[in-house]
DNA sequence: TATTGTTATACTCTATAACTATA
DNA sequence: TATAGTTATAGAGTATAACAATA
């Protein structure tokens, strides 16, 4: 069994805990006197970072949930005026979720309560640090989707 | 704006994501032939990998959840033979988990897969990556947990 | 007929509160 | 009275199934 790899499966698995569990949503909301939960925070996140309106379809990919779970949020911060939705000029059955004013300054301030909880934890790391772990974590990411979409793809039987 | 750090927040989000949504377990689940539920395996990995048994509250705090969650889930792992459970000889209120031969062995099985993923994912990284990787993600979890402990520690007033 | 998104519903995981028993 | 754990309950987050509308 390959030790080193036990080590950094278990690291990730701790901060992944973190991450998830309530009290640190609710922290970080606190700390910036906002009353959003984690599911409207990371989809103001991702159409900050994205840069442009998204469609419902695209933000359930990129976010990894099914589209349902996107459209209730999405309904969540059109009704506090955080985001708005027009009709796809190109599909009619599409629509495209922007950000509103309001809700830019809104995922501006979610993603700078996100970024900070590492800035902080990193405070003490050499520049080189930091850059590898932002490059490795590029590179695991991307590979560790492949890989899981390849094999959602594939049929059972064709599994490893 | 860091970007850097940016990319580093961007990338975590996504493993984190990855790892949480249901079609991940589910997935390894059905490769290992097991039927273990997430907590379960959580449970199982943590008992493996400490060694000994151990406390339901010490499990709890090493998970990142409240107590109850633990005791539920060591509950169904004992109905399913996997775990027991002895009075603590040194303070009779606690507990002592620990896991059975055959919860050794699923255990073995859930860390596997569970590795599993991360093995493939940096099949192609050279030794060099992975062992940074090791390196500094361990350093984070370790930086990470340690902020947000003082943080939930401190009163409200406190915080920065 | 296939695809985009919505509505309705149910499930999984985790948290909080109230309680029991030992220290 | 403080602490370890349990029981009971509630909540957040996500998934699945059935449907509507456009392509």
Do not use: Y
């Amino acid at each position: 069994m390959d030790r080193e790899l036990a080590v950094t499966v278990a690291a990730f698995r701790s901060v992944v805990s973190t991450l998830k569990r309530a009290k640190t949503h609710d922290l970080m909301a606190t700390v910036a006197g906002m009353r959003i939960d984690q599911p409207e925070a990371q989809v103001l996140i991702h159409l900050l970072d994205s840069g442009d309106p998204r469609r419902v379809g695209a933000i359930a990919q990129a976010l990894q949930v099914e589209s349902p779970h996107v459209t209730r949020t999405v309904a969540k911060l059109e009704r506090q005026g955080l985001v708005e939705r027009v009709r796809d000029p190109d599909d009619g059955r599409a629509w495209r979720i922007g950000l509103t004013g309001q809700g830019g300054d809104v995922a501006q301030v979610c993603m700078r309560v996100n970024m900070e909880l590492f800035e902080t934890a990193m405070a003490g790391w050499v520049p080189q640090d930091r850059a590898e772990l932002t490059r490795l974590l590029g590179r695991l990411s991307e590979d560790m989707l492949g890989i899981l979409e390849a094999r959602l793809d594939a049929p059972a039987g064709q599994r490893p």
